[in-house]
Every structure is written in structure tokens, then in C-alpha cells.
């Protein structure tokens, strides 16, 4: 039996055995949990109640582990954390094959927030040849002036708004992964999906509050890299009802992310897949 079973045994064991309110404590204490404090009545005010994080060694952290995976020195990276093995999202490949079954085969994706293109090549590694990927990321100027040394590809591209990104993708869906809550005005940016007549959208790792809609700060420990920055809490209700004048939802998931738990506050992550509504 390798070391490695013998860990992922050892941790089935211990997510078997011990409360999940004993375990967030222990990887509180020891450094390993990502957590959340506060509640701001806006996010000038949560931004000013952050600690802040040293942006040029994150941004050098991410591009070392996309440029290892782009040179084939690794397998995947999500985050600037690296992996020998390159996970299955199950629930993003259903949605994704759903679209590429209707277009004969062909996906073009506009992955907003995309970071260096983990889902892409998660999906690439998943639908091999059977699939012809087209995937624009609109990112940061300075992840995308990197990407463009070296990570961008004939089938993933770079761009740095979603006005560019659907003028040269003319996409079939746009995807939002994990990135709306970090955006101060997150509504500004699905107006302008909805404007653009793309015809589905996914709205993946999605906080959906437990209490009321809210903005807080997520607090990063460094065993990852430390960092505190604004983070939306969801009325998912709310956002569906908005949503559903122009999309039907046609299905709805957990996310992969841990629920939230906190003083006063709690989300849990959820995943979303919509069509987009004839005539609208």
C-alpha cells in the first residue's frame, strides 16, 4: 500500500469519525482553514477592514504553476497549487457536453474570471477529441499579459474584457466560476451576460447565504497564501428570480467548496446551469 492511500485512507477515516465542528476548529487553530469575519455595510468599508496581501507574489505563485503545466511539468494547477492528476467536475463536463451535443460537437466558452485556464483543461483532459474546444478567460491585464507569454494556446485565448471576448469567441455559453463573489458589483457583470444574448450561462462554486444577503471578509491562511480580501454572501432567491426573466434554469448542484460556518453567518456553495430564454 503506497503512502499516498495510506493518507487518503487516514483522512476518510477522520472525516468518518470526527463532528465537522470539531474539524473546522483543529484547522482553524492549526492554520489550514479558510474562514470569514464580519459583516459591512458596504464594501468600501470591508475592503478598508482587510489585512491586504502582497498581489506581485500571488500573481508570480499562479503563472509559475500555469507555466509548469503549460511546459508539461506538472499535470494541473488550480489556484498556484499544483496536482499530479487532473480532477473530474463532474457537474461543469454534464453542462459543457449538454451544449457540445446541441452544437454537433463544438464549444465555445467565454470563462470569465478563468484564472490561467484550469477549467479548460479540465475539460480538455475529460472530452479528449471528442469535443472541439474554443475557450476565451477574461482576466486581470497583468495575468493576461502573462498568459500571452507562453500559457495562451490555438484553443485557449486571453482577453482582458467581456465586450473583446465575445466579439472574436462568439461564445455559446459563459461561465462563472468561483469569481462573483469577489467582484464589488457582480449584478453589472451578469447584465451585461444577459445583454449579450449568449445563449447559456454557468454560475459554479456560488455562496448562497444562509441568513441574509451580505458582504464580508474571507481571510486566507498561509498555508495557502495569506490573504484577506471582500467577499459577497448571496441571496440566491433573490439572484434566480432576477435571472429567470431571461433564463430557465435548467439545473442546479452543491458545490465542491466547504459550506461557510461562522458567528451570525453561513453559505453554502452551489452550482447553476441555465438556458437562456426564447425571444428575450
Known amino acids: 500500500m503506497t503512502l499516498r492511500v495510506i493518507a487518503m485512507n487516514r483522512r476518510t477515516l477522520l472525516r468518518r469519525w470526527i463532528p465537522q465542528g470539531i474539524r473546522d476548529l483543529l484547522n482553524f487553530i492549526g492554520g489550514y482553514a479558510i474562514y470569514y469575519r464580519g459583516d459591512y455595510r458596504d464594501w468600501v468599508t470591508a475592503r478598508r477592514a482587510c489585512d491586504g496581501y502582497d498581489e506581485s507574489r500571488l500573481l508570480t505563485r499562479l503563472a509559475s504553476a500555469a507555466h509548469k503545466v503549460a511546459t508539461g511539468k506538472v499535470v494541473w494547477e488550480q489556484d498556484g497549487v ?67 507569454d507562453g500559457i495562451e494556446s490555438g484553443a ?42 449568449i445563449p447559456f450561462l454557468i454560475i459554479d462554486r456560488h455562496p448562497c447565504s444562509l441568513t441574509h444577503e451580505l458582504i464580508t471578509v474571507q481571510v486566507v491562511p498561509p498555508s495557502l497564501y495569506a490573504a484577506s480580501y471582500p467577499s459577497w454572501l448571496f441571496n440566491c432567491p433573490h439572484m434566480l428570480k432576477r435571472l429567470s426573466e431571461h433564463y430557465e434554469l435548467l439545473a442546479s448542484w452543491d458545490g465542491k467548496d466547504p459550506n461557510i460556518r461562522g458567528w451570525g453567518k453561513g453559505a453554502e456553495f452551489k452550482g447553476f446551469f441555465f438556458r437562456r430564454r426564447e425571444g428575450t
Open 156 to 197: 485557449l485565448r486571453f482577453f482582458l474584457d467581456i465586450e473583446s471576448a465575445i466579439e472574436r469567441l462568439r461564445p455559446d455559453v459563459a461561465l462563472l466560476s468561483g469569481v462573483l463573489q469577489y467582484l464589488e458589483s457582480p449584478w453589472e457583470v451578469l447584465e451585461q451576460i444577459i445583454k449579450s444574448g
Open 82 to 148: 499544483t496536482w499530479d492528476h487532473i480532477p473530474i467536475d463532474w457537474p461543469l463536463s454534464a453542462n459543457l457536453g449538454y451544449i457540445a451535443h446541441i452544437r454537433q460537437g463544438y464549444l465555445r466558452v467565454l470563462d470569465f474570471g478563468g484564472g490561467f485556464g484550469s477549467s479548460f483543461h479540465q475539460c480538455r483532459a475529460f472530452f479528449g477529441d471528442a469535443i472541439t474546444l474554443d475557450w476565451g478567460i477574461v482576466e486581470q491585464p497583468a495575468m493576461v499579459e502573462i498568459a500571452r
